[in-house]
């Protein structure tokens, strides 16, 4: 701080002396301000990347529920095709032989009970009709015949095995013949 005298001999402060004194005194509380804001920048950011973290290990906690049985269920799936094979043989033999339906009641039992036991484990079988137009992303083509009508070219002919999903997931694609 200068001071000055001025004509009648007394001291008094120059207006630059305490024009900077007030910068001072403001330009640290600016920087107390400034400095405010960058921690609670820091700290929403912070917040909302343990947000983001929450909710994504949630996520994936969820599907990991989800899917964890996709060994066990793709184990089963040839069992499920066995007891699907099985059914259509008993049925074929009943119309054959005329014979009692205990067989076949017990067959679909058993079959039924595993079907929904693992639907409620959340495997869904992936619909797929004779007729329908192949789908490289939703169907595995195991071969092409000649298409016996024209409507049947590049279209699903025959299905050798279905597809299932485990939640979203495709655990088996459909495998498919389509027509040429």
Same mark, same amino acid.
């Given at each position: 701080? +200068?001071?000055? %005298?001025?004509?009648?001999?007394?001291?008094? =402060? %120059?207006?630059?002396?305490?024009?900077?004194?007030?910068?001072?005194? #403001? +330009?640290?509380?600016?920087? &107390?301000?400034?400095? &405010?804001?960058?921690?609670?920048?820091?700290?929403?950011? !912070?917040?909302?990347?343990?947000?983001?973290?929450?909710?994504?290990?949630?996520?994936?906690?969820?599907? !990991?529920?989800?899917? @964890?049985?996709?060994?066990?269920?793709?184990?089963?799936?040839?069992? #499920?095709?066995?007891?699907?094979? @099985?059914?259509?043989? =008993?049925?074929? @033999?009943?119309?054959?032989?005329?014979?009692?339906?205990?067989? !076949? %009641?017990?067959?679909? !039992?058993?079959?039924?009970?595993?079907?929904?036991?693992?639907?409620?484990?959340? &495997?869904?079988?992936?619909?797929?009709?004779?007729?329908?137009?192949?789908?490289?992303?939703?169907?595995? @083509? =195991?071969?092409?015949?000649?298409?016996?009508?024209?409507? &049947?070219?590049?279209?699903?002919?025959?299905?050798?095995?279905?597809?299932?999903?485990?939640?979203?997931?495709?655990?088996?694609?459909?495998?498919?013949?389509?027509?040429?």
């Amino acid at each position: 701080m +200068s001071k000055k %005298k001025d004509n009648n001999g007394e001291e008094e =402060i %120059k207006d630059k002396d305490i024009n900077q004194q007030e910068t001072q005194e #403001l +330009s640290v509380e600016e920087q &107390l301000k400034k400095e &405010l804001i960058q921690e609670k920048d820091k700290f929403l950011r !912070l917040f909302a990347e343990f947000e983001n973290y929450k909710k994504r290990t949630s996520r994936e906690r969820i599907e !990991l529920f989800k899917t @964890a049985n996709e060994d066990l269920m793709t184990v089963l799936l040839p069992i #499920l095709d066995d007891f699907e094979r @099985a059914l259509n043989e =008993i049925k074929k @033999a009943r119309y054959e032989d005329d014979e009692d339906d205990e067989l !076949l %009641k017990g067959v679909e !039992l058993i079959n039924s009970k595993l079907r929904n036991t693992l639907a409620q484990k959340g &495997l869904s079988v992936i619909n797929v009709e004779v007729g329908d137009v192949f789908n490289v992303e939703l169907h595995e @083509a =195991i071969t092409q015949i000649p298409a016996p009508s024209e409507d &049947l070219i590049g279209k699903i002919i025959d299905v050798l095995e279905q597809g299932y999903r485990l939640g979203e997931k495709v655990i088996r694609y459909p495998r498919v013949v389509i027509g040429q």
